[in-house]
């Protein structure tokens, strides 16, 4: 059993098929047992198939099929997971007890996400392969924690085929998942559920409201009946927003474009207003022939679904769309075709005709010198987040739009407006375009500090309303997409409450349920088999340093060194041994050996190793820095590095820099957001 526990916890994306011939071929496994499936599915449920206060952590539920049948859903019971994982993990409890009791009310809520992951060939035509995600947080938890892969916990997965056979489809997926949590005749959130103290045998009572459902607009609209930007009403959120052709706008009223839409034109919609337009739907179904009622569900902006969310009257005081409604602004600019794809490739356009006045670069292709010019910037942790011919490839000619993973069009953004800073501003050449592209870089920057931007909100308000405006004067009313009036939501769900969210850390979290499905065997268990190897790993992983906010990855045991424990005895009481690791999560991300980050005090260094010492008064591990300082010649000049170390607490991390390097000076790029 050692050895099954060993090949589930650090293989949790192999199927049991896949995994049985790497162990048993393993020659260093000859000694022991030979690993088959029951030992292995034996392992499995001993974690899993464990029976709380509030039930057993995986559970079932009926959902009716458009044959008549039913499909038994599995998935996870949220109250006995929050149990167990506070019962494994004395970390896990104290996190929870601490940020919970210091939380105001309007964090201590439940946030909701869903997405399909595809596994294999995401081009296949018919989408057999793609899987329905759905995942949860809580809010008061803080940042560093909600961005790991453990800091959004798994629901349920329903694979693409079966949720195309279920009566409402996801509407009434997500409609049986949030009465999971809130149960008018079972547990309920709001109502509370009982939790242990972290340092004591005592228990406290948490309480936590419905949250943001933050999902893409396709899921937004699937999941809430709405029709999104193919209804005439294209917002879920504003009642005067339409889209139709200017031209056919209604005369004498308050009805306007979404491309030209100010916000105090939007008509804001209330709880009581967008329940009652779902509410004509459902009082005239039957009633009227089935050409008008589609007509009706056309002006209205929604799609009639009878057993879905809006229509579920006992979610109603928990959930509402115009209140939930979470717009990730990732899918908002950058991925599915947001609006930075359009402005990337109008301002790549732009330039191609621009260069060919500049003779210093002999009439070279704009792609061609923006790929130069990119390989000059060293990323973050030195990972390439762009290919070397990512502008010369990526440009379509048939719908103006750059192509590229959401990632990639971010660092894009980031070359073009530094480029924009060293060449064109210089030269006077396209000063509109680049004013438009540096205010979207600022937005950008702002919106990857995660939590640190919601005391700057009003200022990131001001920026996104002055970036649609100089997108609309720069490039014309037709690259103002939908997305780009829905990107103008974004700051007031992160004033409503309280965090900047983004989907990326629930992507990362999909690797598990697309390295399961690329090699399960077979389809129809894949489902179960999936979930339960995700809760497998979070409640093994509960047990280590992942809800610390500092903590080594993959950390290797160091041999006595007296000089380096005489440089920690200011920091901490060293009990045990010392860990070492080129590899840290910190708060403001994951860092590796060889970053560029910025600390404290306005000083730079370049990471070197990172050390963990076990400390004597918290019994916790503390983890610090040894990095090479810089020192910056002349105001505003290069950094450079020094060949001595020095040695930091992890605390004092403030960022993680990409840079660019002339001669033997470091010239690190400091975010311009002012936050």
């Keep these: 059993m050692k050895r099954a526990h060993a090949a589930l916890k650090n293989a949790p994306g192999i199927s049991h098929r896949t995994l049985l011939k ?5 020659p260093a496994a000859e000694a022991h047992e030979h690993l088959d499936r ?4 034996k392992e499995l449920d001993r974690v899993t198939q464990v029976y709380t206060p509030y039930g057993p952590v995986i559970d079932s539920m009926e959902l009716p099929l458009e044959d008549g049948a039913t499909h038994s859903w599995c998935h996870v019971n949220p109250f006995a997971l929050l149990w167990e994982m506070c019962k494994r993990s004395a970390g896990f409890r104290a996190v929870m007890e601490k940020e919970y009791k210091n939380a105001c009310d309007e964090v201590r809520t439940i946030a909701f996400y869903s997405d399909e992951a595809t596994p294999g060939n995401q081009l296949r035509p018919d989408n057999k392969n793609q899987i329905q995600c759905l995942y949860w947080a809580m809010l008061f938890l803080p940042h560093w924690l909600r961005r790991r892969m453990h800091g959004w916990l798994p629901f349920a997965l329903m694979r693409g085929v079966t949720q195309a056979k279920i009566v409402g489809k996801l509407s009434h997926i997500w409609s049986r998942a949030l009465q999971r949590f809130f149960s008018p005749d079972g547990f309920n959130f709001a109502v509370g559920m009982r939790l242990p103290c972290a340092y004591t045998n005592e228990y406290y009572f948490m309480k936590l409201t419905c949250g943001p459902m933050i999902q893409d607009l396709v899921a937004h609209q699937k999941s809430f009946g709405t029709k999104g930007a193919c209804g005439t009403r294209c917002c879920t959120k504003c009642e ?3 889209n139709i052709e200017v031209d056919r706008l209604p005369d004498s009223t308050d009805f306007v474009h979404y491309s030209t839409a100010k916000p105090e034109q939007w008509g804001h919609h209330t709880r009581d207003s967008f329940f009652a337009t779902a509410d004509v739907l459902a009082l005239v179904h039957g009633k009227v022939s089935k050409n008008k009622f589609q007509k009706l569900e056309q002006a209205l902006g929604l799609h009639y679904v009878p057993n879905g969310l809006v229509w579920n009257m006992g979610l109603r005081r928990h959930f509402c769309p115009v209140e939930n409604q979470y717009e990730d602004w990732l899918h908002c600019l950058f991925a599915s075709k947001g609006s930075a794809a359009w402005e990337i ?3 790549v356009g732009t330039l191609e ?8 670069f002999k009439g070279k292709p704009a792609g061609q010198v923006l790929d130069d010019f990119a390989r000059l910037i060293h990323w973050q942790n030195n990972i390439k987040l762009i290919p070397r011919d990512f502008f010369s490839t990526r440009a379509s000619s048939d719908d103006a ?5 959401a990632v990639e069009l971010m660092a894009a953004v980031k070359v073009l407006a530094r480029f924009s800073v060293a060449v ?3 030269a006077q050449k396209m000063q509109a375009h680049c004013k438009c592209m540096l205010t979207l870089s600022v937005i950008t920057e702002m919106l990857e500090t995660g939590d640190s931007v919601v005391p700057h909100v009003a200022r990131l308000r001001q920026l996104i309303y002055s970036h649609r405006e100089q997108v609309v004067d720069v490039y014309g009313a037709g690259i103002a997409k939908p997305k780009l009036h829905s990107q103008q939501h974004v700051p007031d769900c992160i004033e409503k409450w309280k965090r900047n969210l983004d989907v990326r850390p629930m992507e990362w979290k999909h690797q598990i349920v697309k390295s399961m499905a690329t090699n399960q065997l077979s389809r129809s268990a894949l489902e179960a088999a999936a979930l339960k190897r995700m809760v497998y790993q979070l409640l093994e992983d509960s047990v280590d340093m992942w809800f610390l906010p500092n903590c080594l990855v993959q950390a290797k045991v160091m041999e006595a060194c007296d000089e380096l424990i005489q440089c920690l005895a200011p920091y901490v009481q060293i009990i045990g041994g010392l860990r070492r690791s080129t590899t840290m999560h910190t708060t403001v991300g994951l860092v590796k050996a060889g ?14 190793v990172f050390v963990g010492a076990r400390e004597a008064a918290s019994q916790q591990e503390q983890c610090f820095i040894i990095f090479h300082p810089h020192s910056q010649i002349g105001r505003g000049g290069g950094w450079r590095q020094h060949e001595w170390l020095e040695l930091a607490p992890a605390d004092d991390i403030v960022s993680n820099l990409s840079f660019t390097i002339e001669g033997s000076l470091v010239i690190p790029h400091i975010p311009n957001h002012g936050i």
């Design 22 to 26: 790497i162990m048993n071929d393993d």
């Design 38 to 41: 029951n030992i292995l599915t």
């Design 240 to 242: 005067a927003v339409l």
């Design 345 to 347: 490739a109008g301002f």
């Design 353 to 360: 005709k621009v260069l060919k006045g500049i003779p210093y």
């Design 401 to 405: 739009v750059f192509k590229g993973f």
């Design 424 to 426: 064109l501003l210089p």
């Design 595 to 608: 970053a560029i980050v910025s600390l404290s005090h306005g000083r730079l260094g370049k990471a070197c």
